[in-house]
């Protein structure tokens, strides 16, 4: 369990935060569904029988005002330090100590910054699925050949950048000397750190990495004799993950899926 307002916020809608943020979790990507985990399979192309029309395209690079300045809840100053560093870490930054940059601080929290998403409109890849032939030839078919077994992403959140505040004891912004982070980060010149008027100290990378995403459920169905992709609206526990309908949806599209509220989703 994972309970912080922001991923209760990005639940509520219809986002699944990955717990490892990544380059390459995008639209159009199958997911199967492996005991505590989710495993990625390939794109919904490479289950299509060659020759067919091609998917529809992706809508990049679209702002999304209501997440971008979301805010986490308020960490101990050592958790704050090691989720820190672990983001620096999937920029390419490791081995630094951060301890002395915040030396009055008490807790610290995280804001979501220049978030931008990519998406496929479900309707669209409804009508793709719909003009092309199954695979049943591919190994991995076994894997979406059932309903309930496989998803489709739909929808993803991507950043390069992101916020902190440090608090003292009495939950009082502190001022914090970016020159000495910047120090710190000297030796990686593709991470910047600025510092607004709020206090609010930015980490910004040369690469993008996305930490949710938003998927339907996709299944083969063989019905006299021939196969055909099926989009499905998943109900009640899908276990050990819970597949919850999201809100803010449309009752006439493909129901996307919550595994689990408050949860942070292993993704392979």
């Avoid at 390069?160 to 000297?186: M, P, R, W």
């Amino acid at each position: 369990m994972c309970k912080d307002k922001s991923v209760s916020h990005l639940n509520e809608l219809g986002w699944n935060v990955v717990r490892l943020p990544k380059e390459n979790i995008n639209p159009l990507l199958t997911l199967s569904k492996s005991n505590s985990y989710l495993e990625t399979l390939g794109e919904i192309s490479d289950f299509v029988i060659e020759d067919q029309p091609k998917p529809p395209e992706i809508v990049q690079d679209q702002s999304v005002a209501e997440i971008s300045g979301l805010e986490t809840d308020k960490f101990e100053l050592g958790i704050g330090l090691k989720f820190l560093e672990k983001f620096l870490s999937l920029v390419g930054v490791a081995g630094l100590g951060l301890e002395a940059s915040f030396k009055n601080a008490e807790s610290i929290q995280f804001a979501y910054q220049n978030v931008l998403t990519d998406f496929v409109y479900p309707v669209k890849i409804g009508k793709y699925l719909l003009s092309v032939s199954p695979d049943v030839s591919s190994p991995f078919m076994e894997h979406i050949n059932e309903e309930g077994e496989a998803y489709i992403i739909t929808d993803t959140l991507r950043s390069n950048t992101f916020g902190i505040v440090a608090y003292d004891e009495k939950g009082v912004k502190i001022d914090l000397d970016i020159s000495a982070l910047k120090q710190l980060l000297s030796a990686t010149p593709h991470i910047e750190v600025s510092k607004d008027e709020k206090k609010v100290v930015s980490f910004k990378g040369d690469k993008f990495l996305r930490f949710a995403f938003k998927a339907i459920g996709v299944w083969v169905e063989i019905r006299d004799g021939k196969a055909r992709f099926k989009l499905n609206k998943p109900e009640g526990p899908i276990a050990p993950m819970k597949a919850l309908p999201s809100t803010l949806i449309s009752p006439n599209e493909p129901t996307p899926v919550i595994f689990g509220m408050n949860t942070l989703i292993r993704l392979k």
